[in-house]
């Protein structure tokens, strides 16, 4: 199924006190461009998210969104030195020995002074945080993609149509074309009677003539073209999923035919019908931006 560009998902998970929630959001871009905020500690696991949406989107302009939070209490480890503790008691006892003092030790006081007691956040469990991370991050993609994939079946939708008035107008050239030669050869002799009324005309000089102007406006080969276009444009959009550079490719090759149509043929009516070729092509072009 063929995707779009723009998409939005959520997921979080919860395990021992540790909790992970993402957002991935995409809008349109022509190549793909993966962008992560996440909290400053976390870094480390920055390139598993990036791998992880690199193998599995191919274009757009992606932004993930990760946070972290944790209300586990062994997330730190506290210790005291003893030793240190016991010289700052026995250093206060020596003051009020010696400056007669009032005595208010305390084990508050004595916890306030430097490197008593320090506070170590413990290492991280990187396989443990990157785990849960995935998880939250594999629910947000799903729902990322399942948006992506409802905006695509619309597209698709529209791009079908679309491709079924190209028909349409192509099948009016088509069977335009065959006359062009015939009403040339009218149009000559008629001309040549009004210049020439008192002679006979040439009918061999008319039939080289006619033959040139069959050669020049000729448009059998770009119409075989056109309609092999877009008859690989509607199959691929049926049959794929990754389709936004091919089906950009081929709108620019289905341009570049009934351009060569419009010039070669010179009639109003296929002139007509080029114009609402030319409309309907770029009218796909722009759906085009917004597929994967």
């Given amino acids: 199924m063929i995707r779009s560009m723009t998409g939005y998902g959520l997921g979080e998970a919860v395990l021992n006190g540790k909790k992970f929630t993402v957002e991935i959001r995409s809008v349109n871009h022509r190549y793909s461009d993966i962008n992560i905020r996440m909290p400053r500690t976390m870094n480390y696991l920055e390139e598993n998210v990036k791998n992880f949406?690199?193998?599995?989107?191919?274009?757009?302009?992606?932004?993930?969104?990760?946070?972290?939070?944790?209300?586990?209490?062994?997330?730190?480890?506290?210790?005291?030195?003893?030793?240190?503790?016991?010289?700052?008691?026995?250093?206060?006892?020596?003051?009020?020995?010696?400056?007669?003092?009032?005595?208010?030790?305390?084990?508050?006081?004595?916890?306030?002074?430097?490197?008593?007691?320090?506070?170590?956040?413990?290492?991280?469990?990187?396989?443990?945080l990157w785990g849960l991370l995935e998880k939250s991050l594999i629910e947000a993609f799903?729902?990322?993609?399942?948006?992506?994939?409802?905006?695509?079946?619309?597209?698709?939708?529209?791009?079908?149509?679309?491709?079924?008035?190209?028909?349409?107008?192509?099948?009016?050239?088509?069977?335009?074309?065959?006359?062009?030669?015939?009403?040339?050869?009218?149009?000559?002799?008629?001309?040549l009677q009004e210049i020439l009324p008192n002679h006979s005309l040439d009918e061999n000089r008319i039939a080289v003539e006619v033959a040139l102007f069959a050669d020049k406006c000729s448009i059998d080969e770009e119409i075989v073209r056109l309609e092999s276009h877009i008859s690989q444009f509607r199959d691929i959009i049926t049959t794929e999923d990754v389709v936004g550079r091919k089906l950009d490719f081929l709108a620019q090759e289905m341009n570049r035919e009934v351009n060569t149509i419009g010039s070669k043929a010179n009639d109003l009516q296929i002139t007509h019908s080029v114009v609402e070729l030319k409309s309907e092509i770029e009218k796909i072009r722009e759906q085009i931006q917004n597929l994967e």
């Avoid at 690199?54 to 997330?75: L, N």
């Avoid at 799903?142 to 905006?151: D, G, T, V």
């Avoid at 050239?173 to 030669?181: A, C, D, G, N, T």
């Fill in 142 to 191: 799903n729902a990322f993609i399942l948006m992506r994939e409802k905006e695509g079946s619309k597209l698709q939708k529209d791009l079908l149509e679309k491709s079924l008035k190209l028909e349409e107008h192509l099948s009016v050239i088509k069977e335009r074309s065959p006359y062009l030669v015939q009403e040339y050869k009218i149009k000559l002799e008629k001309r």
């Fill in 53 to 128: 949406l690199k193998d599995r989107i191919s274009r757009g302009k992606i932004d993930v969104f990760i946070s972290f939070e944790s209300t586990s209490g062994d997330d730190y480890e506290i210790s005291l030195n003893e030793s240190l503790a016991e010289a700052y008691v026995k250093a206060l006892k020596k003051i009020k020995e010696n400056n007669d003092v009032i005595d208010d030790i305390s084990v508050s006081l004595i916890s306030k002074f430097p490197d008593v007691i320090t506070i170590n956040k413990k290492e991280d469990d990187k396989d443990f």
